[in-house]
């Protein structure tokens, strides 16, 4: 089964006739362990993109399929239940973690909420092996580790969940070139072990040559 499907995914912001339209109608499927890199000039909605995904903004039109079930227009109660299918690894790893609290602890608290799982031990541990990192490192807080290693843990944090899909939104980007090149290693690696599908938006050819597919996102007529 798809773990991703968009058809004719369109989306603004603002409304009416001041309304900001983006994305022309975009389609692309991603299958469980597969990687699909989203490219396009600046500005041409590829953020938008991963954050209709990560049901973070609603599309104007369009149907989007998580593991084959309507993940836009589902229920507020089934889409409580199905948060975990759908994790982001965002461009700064800081973002997925409490500021002043352990790795450990974040990564609990999010397994608690989304998979009602209260004693997350194991499954921590596990993900941070997936992710290449050091399990010590887990007793942090991101103030005390490297870039490299936060883009890890926020692997680890999503991978956690057990997602179906993984949405990476310029994941290396702001790591020097071979911290980059590991944690983009890691990342597939996880996607490939765990049969997670994995969209990728990078600006990075090289990035995006890994994948096995690439979708080239426009901005709608009149607009580019
Ligand atoms: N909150 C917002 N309000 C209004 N317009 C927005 C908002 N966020 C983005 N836009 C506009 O929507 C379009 C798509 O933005 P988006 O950030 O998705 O592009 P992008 O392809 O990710 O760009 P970049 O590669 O520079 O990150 C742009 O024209 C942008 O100016």
């Known amino acids: 089964m798809t773990a991703l499907e968009l058809r004719g995914v369109t989306a603004a912001y603002g409304r009416g006739a001041r309304a900001r339209h983006v994305l022309d109608r975009v389609d692309l499927g991603v299958e469980p362990g597969e990687s699909v890199a989203v490219v396009g000039r600046s500005g041409s909605g590829k953020s938008t993109l991963a954050d209709v995904v990560l049901g973070l903004r609603r599309p104007t039109g369009g ?30 790893p800081a973002a997925a973690f409490v500021p002043g609290w352990t790795l450990r ?7 608690a909420r989304l998979l009602g799982d209260h004693d997350a031990t194991e499954r921590i541990e ?19 580790v490297s870039g490299g290693q936060a883009q890890r843990a926020a692997i680890a944090r999503a991978v956690a969940m057990g997602p179906a899909v ?7 980007s702001a790591l020097d070139g071979p911290t980059a090149a590991a944690v983009a290693d890691a990342l597939f690696q996880v996607a490939e072990v765990t049969g997670t599908a994995l969209l990728l938006v990078t600006h990075d050819p090289a990035l ?6 690439t979708v080239t996102i426009t901005a709608p007529e009149g607009r580019r």
Not at 208 to 213: E, T, V
């Open 63 to 92: 149907i989007v399929h998580v593991d084959g079930r309507p993940w836009i227009s589902a229920s507020a109660a089934a889409r409580r239940a199905d948060r975990h299918l759908v994790q982001g690894i965002p461009q700064d």
């Open 105 to 111: 602890r974040s990564i609990g608290l999010a397994a």
């Open 126 to 144: 596990r993900a941070a092996r997936l992710a290449r990192l050091d399990a010590a490192l887990l007793d942090r807080t991101p103030r005390e």
């Open 166 to 172: 993984l949405v990476a939104d310029e994941p290396t």
């Open 208 to 213: 995006a040559a890994r994948c096995a597919h």
